[in-house]
């Protein structure tokens, strides 16, 4: 009985396998998207290209293959926040030419710490945000 079962599940099954098969066959190949020769390079893995018609596109070569966006919806983008609005929760300490981060993630907070001459941009914004908030203190401790 088990075996019957087994035999008939398994006919069923290469019966759908090879009705899946028919329809890859029967769907149209799908198109790929090439780079137009006189695509002008706009920065890294991006080109920008007007075509015959004048329109402005943006070219970029993404993981999956090649990416046309116009340029008009990318001037209308809203702008991504800056390295302050991005900083804004790091804690930042000095030791001598290293400095520590420490940003508050939903997985606990993350640390690194680095040299001062290898710092990127938001790092570096927020060294001068943390320079910037802490008051000097005055000598014979009073404020």
Known sequence: MKSIATLSLTLAMLLASAALADDKKAAPGAQTLTLPASAVAAG???WKYTDADGKKWIYRKSPF????VDEASEVN???IAGAEE???G???TEQGDKVSFENPSPFGPQRWTKKKSELTADEQAALDRSRRDTKPVQA???N
Do not use: E, L, Y
Not at 65 to 68: F, I, Q
């Open 44 to 46: 890294p893995s991006t």
């Open 86 to 88: 991005r900083t804004k």
């Open 90 to 92: 790091w804690k930042v």
């Open 77 to 79: 983008k809203p702008n």
């Open 65 to 68: 293959g090649m990416v046309r």
């Open 140 to 142: 014979g401790g009073k």
